[in-house]
C-alpha cells in the first residue's frame, strides 16, 4: 500500500520553499523551540536511574570451555519448526498510539519509523500489535471534539491498572497504513470485547479497507480469564462462556459485508488463570478453525503490582534479578504451555505470544531497564522460538512503566535525537539477526556446557545446515575469570573463518548505552532510532586442521556467531538508508527548496521500500539521487512533520 495523501499534502504546503509546523506529542498546538536542559530527567518510571548490584558470580563457577557440536543434513534432531525473520515484534498499548506512532497520518514518528526499518532491515518485516487493556473499551468515531485522533476518557477509567476508555478516529489506522508502506510493518489489532450484545466491529471494518495484507490479526478479548476478576463479567464465568462470545462474534462479522476476511480472529489471549487445555477442550480451536488466524496467549513472568496499586504479592527488583539472569526462566514460562505448540501445529494455526515483557505492571526500576534484561529478552525470545511458537511480542506502555523497548519524549519538545531505546529492542534487533530473512531458520538449544544455566546457546539452521550460533553469558565478572571459550565444530569442517557481533555492557546491571557491535542507541532521550558509532564486526580463524573455530563471550556479553558470509549478509544485508531530516523551531525557517515542476510530474511511489527518516539537523537533500528517490522520503518525513534532508548511509 502506497501513501494516498501524497499530493494533497504536498500541495498544500506552498510548494517553492515549504516550511512545515511540527506539532507535540499530545495536542495539535505548534511546538515553541526547546533546549537540550528540558530533556532532562523528570522522574517518570521509564527514565528512572536505579542501578541494581549485579548478582555474584556462581560458586561452583560454570567451566569456562567447552565443545558446541553441530550436525549437518535433513535429520538434525529437535529443530524448530521453520521461523521468520519477524519473530520478535511488541504489543503497543492502544492509549500510547499517538505517543509512540504519531499524532495522525499527517504526523508520523521518525524515530519509530527507524527503529522498525532497522528491523524490516535485518528481518524483512516487523509485526506490530496495537491493543493490550484498552483496546477492550476503544470505540470507533468519526470525529473527535478537538480533531485529535484519540482521546481518553480518564474519568471512566477501570480495572486495577487504571484502564482508561479511548474513543479513537479512521486516523489511527490510516498512520497504521502509511507506517507499513514505509516500512513492512504488519499488525495486530483488536476487536472490543467489553459488550458483546452491540459488537463494535468498525475496528476490522476500517483495518480490512485500510490495511489490506497488512492486518494480519484481531485479536478477541484480551486476557478474559481476568474478566470476573476486574468486575468485567460474574464470577461464574469461565472457558465455555468465552467460547460461546467468541461465537457471537463470528456470527456478527459473518453479518457484516464491510468486513470481507473472516478468518483473522485471534483467541483465547489468555493471562494465565485457566490453561490453555481449558480452552481446547471446550472445542474452541476446531470449532473455529476457518475464523482463527492463530491461536494467542499473553505471558509475563512476574508482576510488580503491588509497588503501583496495592494488590498481589510484594515483590521488589533486587531480589528478582537472579532468577532473569538464567537460561531456566524461559523455559519456565514456555512449560506453562504444554503441549500448546504441538496443538496449534496439530490444527494447523501458528501459536503466539501475543503480550510479554519482564513483569506485568510496569516491571521494575533497575531491572527491566538494564542489561540483564536484554541478555534475557534474546534466551527468552530464542527459547520460544525453539519450542515452536511462531511469534512473540513484546510490551510498550506509556512513561510510566520500566520495560519499554523504546518510548518517545516525556514533554513537547522539537529537540532532536530525543527518544530513549530500552533494552528490550536491543533484544528485537539481535533475534531479528539471529533468524535472519530467509523465513526458514530452524533454531536448536544446544544445552551448551553442560546444559549449564548461566551460558546458553543456539544454533540457527537453514535448510539442513548451521548458519549461525548465538552464545550468551549471564555472568558478571570484571575480573575476566568467568569469559568462555566456545569451540565450535561442524559435521566435514569449519570454515577458514566466521565473523562475530557481540552485545557487550559492563554490568547486567547497567542501564543505557549497551552496544551492538560496537554501535548503539545511547541513553536517555539521545536516540533518533538509528545505531551510531562505528560497525564492529570481529573475524575470527578457524582450525580446519582439527575443525574447531573457538568463539570467546565475556562475562556479560553475547555473542552471535555467523558461520557462512551468506549468513552474515542476509541478516544485515546492506547498510541500512537513512532520511537525515530538519524540523522547523523558531530558530530554523523554511529548510528545503523543491522544484515544483518536478515535484507535478512526480509519482511519489518510487523508492518506499528503503526509505528510513531521521531527526538530524540542518542538511540538503542530495541532488545526486534525483527527485524519484527523494519524493516518498518527503512523503515519510511530511507525515512526522519534519522535512527531507541529506540522505546517511548507516548500517
Given at each position: ?29 505548534p511546538l515553541g523551540t526547546t533546549t537540550a536542559a528540558s ?375 522539537s529537540t532532536f535525537h530525543q527518544w530513549t531505546i530500552g ?229
Open positions: 500500500m502506497h501513501l494516498l495523501l501524497v499530493h494533497s499534502l504536498i500541495f498544500s504546503f506552498g510548494l517553492a520553499r515549504a516550511a512545515i509546523t511540527a506539532y507535540g506529542p499530545h495536542v495539535q498546538s530533556a532532562s530527567y523528570t522522574g517518570a518510571a521509564s527514565y528512572d536511574q536505579t542501578i541494581l548490584n549485579a548478582p555474584a558470580p556462581p560458586n561452583p563457577p560454570p567451566p569456562t570451555q567447552f565443545n558446541v557440536e553441530l550436525q549437518t543434513g535433513n535429520n538434525v534432531p529437535e529443530l524448530s519448526i521453520q521461523q521468520e525473520g519477524s519473530f520478535f515484534g511488541f504489543s503497543i498499548e492502544f492509549s500510547v498510539t499517538t505517543q509512540v506512532l504519531g499524532l495522525n497520518s499527517s504526523f508520523l514518528q521518525v524515530p519509530f519509523l527507524n527503529l522498525m526499518a532497522n528491523l524490516r532491515q535485518r528481518g524483512g518485516s516487523v509485526k506490530v500489535r496495537v491493543g493490550g487493556n484498552t483496546q477492550e473499551t476503544a470505540t470507533f468515531v468519526a470525529s473527535t471534539p478537538d480533531g485529535a485522533a484519540l482521546e481518553k476518557d480518564y474519568g471512566r477509567s477501570s480495572n486495577p491498572t487504571a484502564t482508561p476508555p479511548l474513543v479513537f478516529t479512521s486516523e489511527i489506522i490510516k498512520m497504521m497504513a502509511e507506517i507499513s508502506a514505509l516500512t513492512d510493518v504488519y499488525w495486530y489489532m483488536g476487536v472490543p470485547f467489553n459488550d458483546t450484545q452491540h459488537w463494535r466491529l468498525q475496528i476490522a471494518e476500517v483495518g480490512e479497507a485500510m490495511l489490506g495484507k497488512y492486518l494480519i490479526g484481531l485479536q478477541a478479548g484480551n486476557e478474559p480469564d481476568l474478566y470476573s476478576r476486574h468486575g468485567h463479567r460474574p464470577d461464574s464465568y469461565g472457558p465455555q462462556d468465552y467460547k460461546d462470545e467468541f461465537g457471537l462474534l463470528i456470527d456478527a462479522m459473518n453479518a457484516d459485508s464491510n468486513i470481507p476476511n473472516k478468518n483473522l480472529l485471534i483467541g483465547p489471549n489468555l493471562a494465565g488463570v485457566w490453561s490453555p487445555t481449558d480452552i481446547w477442550q471446550t472445542g474452541f480451536a476446531t470449532d473455529f478453525n476457518q475464523n482463527l488466524a492463530a491461536l494467542g496467549v499473553e505471558r509475563y513472568p512476574t508482576d510488580n503490582c503491588y509497588a503501583l496499586f496495592g494488590i498481589g504479592t510484594p515483590r521488589y527488583g533486587q531480589d528478582m534479578f537472579p532468577s532473569f539472569l538464567t537460561h531456566q526462566s524461559g523455559i519456565d514460562i514456555v512449560n506453562e504451555f504444554p503441549g500448546a505448540p504441538a496443538y496449534a501445529q496439530s490444527v494447523g494455526k501458528p501459536f503466539i505470544m501475543s503480550e510479554t515483557n519482564t513483569a506485568s505492571c510496569g516491571g521494575f526500576p533497575g531491572l527491566s531497564d538494564s542489561f540483564g534484561a536484554a541478555l534475557w529478552g534474546i534466551d527468552y525470545a530464542l527459547q520460544l522460538a525453539y519450542s515452536n511458537f511462531s511469534t512473540v511480542l513484546f510490551h510498550v506502555g506509556g512513561q510510566d512503566v520500566h520495560y519499554n523497548p523504546f518510548t518517545p519524549p516525556v514533554t513537547n519538545q533494552p528490550a529492542y536491543y533484544s528485537a534487533l539481535v533475534v531479528a539477526e539471529a533468524l535472519g530473512s530467509s523465513n526458514t531458520a530452524q533454531v536448536l538449544d544446544l544445552q551448551a556446557n553442560g546444559g549449564n544455566d548461566y551460558t546458553p546457546g543456539y544454533a540457527i539452521y537453514e535448510n539442513g545446515q548451521p548458519v549461525r550460533v548465538a552464545l550468551t553469558n549471564f555472568i558478571t565478572d570484571p575480573s575476566g575469570n568467568s569469559d568462555y571459550a566456545a569451540n565450535i565444530s561442524i559435521g566435514g569442517t569449519v570454515p577458514a573463518q566466521v565473523q562475530v557481533k557481540y552485545l557487550l555492557a559492563d554490568s547486567v546491571s547497567q542501564i543505557y548505552n549497551f552496544t551492538w557491535a560496537g554501535q548503539t542507541f545511547g541513553g536517555p532521550f539521545t536516540s533518533d532510532g538509528r545505531l551510531v558509532g562505528t560497525l564492529d564486526i570481529q573475524t575470527i580463524p578457524c582450525d580446519q586442521v582439527n575443525n574447531v573455530c573457538q568463539v570467546k563471550v565475556p562475562a556479560p556479553g553475547f555473542a552471535l556467531v555467523f558461520l557462512t558470509d551468506n549468513a552474515l549478509s542476509e541478516s544485515d544485508q546492506s547498510p541500512t538508508m537513512t532520511f537525515s531530516t530538519t524540523t522547523y523551531t523558531n530558530h530554523h525557517g523554511p529548510t528545503v527548496t523543491i522544484d515544483s515542476s518536478v515535484l507535478a510530474t512526480s509519482n511519489g511511489e518510487k523508492g518506499l521500500a528503503d526509505a528510513l527518516a531521521g531527526t538530524s539537523q540542518g542538511r540538503q537533500m542530495s541532488s545526486a539521487l534525483g527527485f524519484a528517490q527523494a519524493l516518498p522520503s518527503l512523503v515519510a518525513v511530511m507525515a512526522g512533520a519534519v522535512m527531507v534532508g541529506r540522505l546517511a548511509l548507516v548500517r
